[in-house]
């Protein structure tokens, strides 16, 4: 169980840390286009609220502009608790329920595309 918290809490503080410096002028890897390296949302206050050092406004901000690009609104609300709950994170994704596991594959390309975008 503590294995598994930890291994969810590195998914969250590595989309966190890839985030963290890198290309100011990034793009998409699927559509090529210039995306915005700041945004507001719920990825964005989750981020901002959480007590982990990484949590810049510049950081969430970024990490909340690929989750416009990536995730649905009401996806991007469930994956903002995450950061309140990380043990929900970690439920989810050892889910056996095929909606559950599409989520979950979704948050986790989002994870990488913000590491892709924000690194």
């Known amino acids: 169980m503590k294995l598994s918290l930890i291994s969810v809490a590195a998914v969250a503080a590595f989309t ?3 985030c963290s410096s890198g290309n100011r002028n990034a793009v998409t890897s699927a559509a090529r286009a210039p995306i915005s390296q700041f945004a507001t ?12 050092k990484q949590a810049s ?13 990536s995730l649905s609104a009401g996806e991007q609300r469930r994956g903002a608790a995450f950061f309140k709950n990380p043990h929900q994170a970690q439920v ?7 909606a ?18 924000c690194g």
């Open 16 to 18: 966190l840390a890839a």
């Open 41 to 52: 949302g719920p990825i964005f206050q989750g981020c901002v609220q959480s007590d982990r």
């Open 57 to 69: 406004r510049s950081r969430c901000g970024c990490v909340q502009s690929v989750a416009n690009q």
């Open 92 to 98: 989810t994704r050892t889910s056996d329920r095929p």
């Open 100 to 117: 559950d596991e599409r989520f979950w594959l979704r948050w986790k390309a989002f994870g990488d595309q913000a590491a892709r975008v």
